[in-house]
């Protein structure tokens, strides 16, 4: 800048220009700026969760995939429910990575370095803030207006039954019963039965079960990862059975 200014003043040579600064009185110098951190500092501690954890929380594909779920499951409700009275048919969902997105729990997980254990689950639990996976109200109140019922069946702790029921409330599912795991129940079938037999919940009469929707492969009847090459055994996925992803964690980590 001082070059630039001083071809705009012809009268004056570059000397006396410069005798002129060299006399004039010292300044002290302006302190260095502050840096402002780099955006890749904050990014870093994005770019240093597992890829599962990353996907889940930040790509378009995932949410596409939910909605997709939840889209094919609403679309067959019309035949699986013809003939069925209203109030006597249901839904059967899981709670965890189904409805109820805690990847936020499984982010802290990571930049903590640490597993997951019963205390820092119940923390996260009563925090009571886990959003709604990308189609699950939408598809909720869908069966509700058709005349169903929703039913949430999930291995959450009776202990941590009443939270949930508040935070499935607050992202906007709307559960008829919340089914949690009782004492040494952690096979959901015997729910299920419970269900269909009308002794799930008191003043609920006995429902048919069109739908399951899941994110595990104990989230269906009678399914395990046994059947991971049985085509027909996994062949009432897309017609019945529906199944929300979940790369984060679930029965798959204990195959051999």
Request: aromatic share 8%; proline share 8%; glycine share 6%.
């Amino acid at each position: 800048m001082i070059f630039s200014d001083m071809n705009r003043l012809p009268t004056l040579s570059l000397a006396l220009v410069l005798t002129a600064l060299a006399c004039a009185p010292k300044r002290l110098a302006a302190p260095a700026p502050v840096p402002v951190p780099a955006l890749a500092a904050k990014s870093a501690v994005t770019d240093s969760l597992p890829n599962d954890v990353k996907w889940v929380r930040a790509s378009a594909e995932y949410r596409a995939l939910t909605r997709q779920a939840f889209a094919y499951a609403s679309e067959r409700l019309p035949e699986l429910t013809h003939g069925l009275p209203s109030g006597g048919w249901a839904v059967i969902l899981d709670a965890d990575e189904t409805v109820l997105d805690n990847s936020e729990y499984q982010r802290r997980l990571a930049v903590a370095h640490a597993a997951f254990d019963a205390k820092t689950w119940a923390t996260w639990v009563n925090e009571r803030a886990a959003p709604a996976i990308a189609g699950a109200p939408e598809f909720t109140m869908h069966v509700h207006a058709l005349g169903g019922r929703i039913i949430i069946v999930t291995n959450r702790s009776m202990a941590e039954c009443d939270p949930t029921r508040a935070n499935l409330t607050s992202a906007a599912i709307d559960a008829d019963a919340v089914l949690c795991q009782p004492p040494g129940e952690h096979d959901k079938n015997p729910r299920f039965e419970r269900v269909q037999g009308g002794t799930a919940v008191p003043g609920m009469p006995a429902l048919t079960v069109v739908e399951w929707v899941g994110d595990n492969i104990f989230d269906f009847p009678k399914l395990t990862q046994k059947v991971r090459t049985d085509s027909v055994a996994l062949g009432d996925f897309g017609k019945r059975l529906f199944i929300v992803p979940n790369p984060m964690y679930g029965s798959w980590e204990h195959m051999h």
